[in-house]
């Protein structure tokens, strides 16, 4: 029992934290109280505005468009039935399409309209969290802890996971520079998807620990 505690411990404290954080930049998105600190974020990006790097960002948020991450989601999900994974199938295609709904709650909550400081790109639907932000994250870092769990290694997951997180930053920032996210947009979408991968993460390692104890036992 104890173990079992220390084991939901820490990924529980990040949970709470998270949510506890978004809700907190919610109620700042809401009140306006934010807007300053966007400003600021998106003046600041935006001047670094050139033909090639507006070309490089069009791309990275071409990447992260929902069909784009469907069709790569679709990939992964042929992949891993084909190898016969089924709980990382389960944690996978429960986890983008849990972040897809979220998003699409979140939105609607918030009701958040997008910036109209200086657009390079045209998009409807509302912007408080960032749709491609949250997919972004969870899709690239749950790719990045599923090859990790069959590598092992430090030098691996050293690479993976910086991977993840260049992948999830170039996405995020392409959003800012192209005008249609406001950055708060971009931090909600970081802890909104941080609290559901770690929550689908967690909930997966137990059922692992739960199949491992099995084995132990049967091998008695």
């Given at each position: 029992m104890r173990q079992l505690t220390f084991f939901l411990m820490t990924p529980m404290i990040f949970?709470?934290?998270?949510?506890?954080a978004f809700l907190q930049?919610?109620?700042?998105?809401q009140s306006e109280r934010i807007l300053p600190f966007d400003h600021m974020i998106i003046q600041f990006i935006q001047g670094w505005e050139q033909p090639w790097l507006t070309n490089v960002m069009l791309?990275?948020?071409?990447?992260?468009?929902?069909?784009?991450?469907?069709?790569?989601?679709?990939?992964?999900?042929l992949a891993l039935y084909r190898y016969h994974q089924t709980p990382q199938l389960i944690l996978f295609v429960t986890t983008m399409i849990g972040n897809a709904l979220l998003n699409a709650l979140l939105k609607h909550s918030y009701v958040r309209e997008r910036p109209l400081i200086h657009r390079l790109t045209e998009i409807g639907g509302f912007s408080f969290p960032s749709g491609h932000?949250?997919?972004?994250?969870?899709?690239?870092?749950?790719?990045?802890?599923?090859?990790?769990?069959?590598?092992?290694?430090?030098?691996?997951?050293?690479?993976?996971?910086?991977?993840?997180?260049?992948?999830?930053?170039?996405?995020a920032i392409s959003r800012i520079y192209l005008g249609v996210h406001y950055p708060s947009d971009i931090i909600g979408g970081?802890?909104?998807?941080?609290?559901?991968?770690?929550?689908?993460?967690?909930?997966?390692?137990?059922?692992?620990?739960?199949?491992?104890?099995?084995?132990?036992?049967?091998?008695?």
């Amino acid at each position: 029992m104890r173990q079992l505690t220390f084991f939901l411990m820490t990924p529980m404290i990040f949970i709470l934290f998270f949510t506890f954080a978004f809700l907190q930049l919610g109620g700042y998105v809401q009140s306006e109280r934010i807007l300053p600190f966007d400003h600021m974020i998106i003046q600041f990006i935006q001047g670094w505005e050139q033909p090639w790097l507006t070309n490089v960002m069009l791309t990275f948020t071409t990447i992260g468009d929902a069909w784009t991450v469907v069709l790569f989601s679709v990939v992964m999900t042929l992949a891993l039935y084909r190898y016969h994974q089924t709980p990382q199938l389960i944690l996978f295609v429960t986890t983008m399409i849990g972040n897809a709904l979220l998003n699409a709650l979140l939105k609607h909550s918030y009701v958040r309209e997008r910036p109209l400081i200086h657009r390079l790109t045209e998009i409807g639907g509302f912007s408080f969290p960032s749709g491609h932000t949250m997919m972004a994250l969870s899709f690239y870092f749950l790719i990045a802890y599923l090859l990790w769990q069959y590598l092992h290694t430090i030098k691996s997951g050293i690479l993976l996971f910086t991977f993840a997180l260049f992948m999830t930053s170039a996405i995020a920032i392409s959003r800012i520079y192209l005008g249609v996210h406001y950055p708060s947009d971009i931090i909600g979408g970081l802890f909104a998807s941080s609290a559901l991968l770690l929550t689908a993460t967690t909930v997966y390692r137990l059922y692992q620990k739960h199949v491992e104890k099995q084995y132990e036992h049967s091998q008695l």
